[in-house]
């Protein structure tokens, strides 16, 4: 049986990065992480630049 969570994470490289600092985390304390699916990408913009990359995702995991 999986479980489905959602889940914020927020970079300052890349959306890639915060996509694998968010399954990074979560696997610390879940066990199986199975598939993350990326929901919403967002940016924070300072003075013309982006400044900080955010995912909005849906992580499964296999429960014990």
């Known amino acids: 049986m999986l479980k489905v969570i959602e889940v914020l994470q927020e970079s ?20 199986n992480v199975k598939s993350i699916n990326i929901e919403n ?7 013309g630049q982006i400044k900080s990359y955010r995912v909005n995702a849906k992580l499964s995991f296999v429960l014990d």
């Open 41 to 47: 990408l967002q940016a924070t913009v300072e003075n």
């Open 12 to 31: 300052s490289k890349s959306w890639e990065d915060a996509a694998q600092q968010a399954v990074a985390k979560a696997n610390k304390t879940l066990h």
